[in-house]
């Protein structure tokens, strides 16, 4: 699977998911392990969750998520496919 359909899968994933499933084990190891990465990254994902898909907002959240994920694709990985594993995304 290509980069940006495994982001589309992330950003699908923090819309439908609940506050609990989105609070799985990978994540808070990730948050441990790269706490100013996953600060930018949480900031980002409230616009995610609250807006529509097709709100300014929400694009300008997607476009910085989609930046910071390139800039740090290795952090991410284990986060990546924890939700593919889990979820199905």
């Given at each position: 699977m290509n980069k940006v359909n495994n982001y589309e899968?992330?950003?699908r994933w923090m819309k439908k998911a609940t506050k609990t499933?989105?609070?799985i084990e990978e994540l808070e190891l990730f948050a441990k392990k790269h706490p100013i990465i996953f600060m930018?990254?949480?900031k980002e994902?409230?616009?995610i969750i609250k807006y529509d898909e097709s709100d300014p907002k929400y694009i300008k959240a997607k476009e910085a998520l989609i930046k910071?994920?390139?800039e740090?694709?290795?952090s991410f990985e284990p986060v990546f496919e924890a939700v593919k594993n889990?979820?199905?995304y």
């Open positions: 899968n992330i950003f499933e989105r609070h930018k990254f949480h994902c409230n616009a910071l994920f390139n740090n694709q290795n889990k979820f199905n």
